[in-house]
């Protein structure tokens, strides 16, 4: 088929010491084809971490089923899944946390190649002058320690050993959230030219609504362990559905005076993922609620066309 991921009522919670439970992901189904960039947005806390990480299987779901690559993820025996881990690579938030300080950039790129038993030792280090090459960096890079590279440096070394197996999917989480302004916009565009050379897809997370516009071929819009909102980029930007969304969108400063939407406050917090509210989960916080939001949680909608669908989870739409 030409979905790369499928996930069908994905959940997990989380049991806590307590006795309580974290209500992390609720129920979430999505499609991935092969080579499209979906962007994960919502604010921190929304499960868009855990979401991504269950997509992988690097967490257990507590529920659901996940087809990778046309196989079932869930059943596969530990050793088949470490072998399938070649096809899905993740970049982290924080390249200063990711890479091991005592290890060579050389080794640390040259790692899952070795672990993977990828040609011999002299093809090994062959390709690790080309992965850098590859992220813009030079050749005797392998020689140096990461502490000797700047924070995008070390970004680009994170980059380099997500996709020295020639990955399938990659989870970005957060790729650019820990770097300066002027240097975001040079790893996205990093990003951008090696899905096109090596036909990546990404599950992209991100809090930054114009960082997600700026990658994403798709965006599920997440709010308590649900995505409530999911469109084409371009679709999802000129006509946000969901409140919450709108809310979000409405944060972006915009530029021309002209085209500022009206602005939504997006009251209060994000609530306790371990006590969720009732019915729609944004309903103590949303300004156009209806009565029925606060006891049933809304059927998802089609409100785009049928061939390329805006589905969004909101009693507006009913
Ligand atoms: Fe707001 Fe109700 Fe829609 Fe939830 S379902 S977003 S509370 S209008
Ligand atoms: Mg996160």
Known sequence: SDDLLAVEDLTKHFPLKTGGVIHA?????????????????????????????????????TSGAIRFDGGDLRSLPARALRAKRRDMQIIFQDPYASLDPRMSVGDIIREPLDIHAIGNRAERRAQVVELLEKVGLPPDAARRYPHEFSGGQRQRIGIARAIALRPKLVVADEPVSALDLSIQSQVLNLLVTLRAEMN??????????????????????????????????????????????RALLSAIPQ???????????????????????????????????LEQCATVYPASRNIGPPDKPHLVDCHLYD
């Open 25 to 61: 992901v609720n129920g979430v189904s999505l499609r991935q084809r092969r080579g499209e960039t979906i962007g994960i947005v919502g604010e921190s806390g929304c499960g868009k971490s855990t979401f991504a990480r269950l997509c992988l299987r690097l967490i257990e779901p």
């Open 200 to 245: 990546l897809s990404y599950l992209f997370i991100s809090h930054d609504l114009a960082v997600i516009r700026h990658i994403s071929d798709r965006v599920a819009v997440m709010y308590l362990g649900r995505i409530v909102e999911l469109a084409e980029v371009d679709a999802l930007y000129a006509n946000p559905a969901h409140p919450y969304t």
């Open 255 to 289: 530029p021309d005076p002209t085209r500022r939407r009206p602005r939504t406050i997006l009251a209060g917090d994000l609530p306790n993922p371990e006590t969720p509210p009732s019915g729609c989960p944004f309903h103590p916080r949303c300004p156009s609620a």
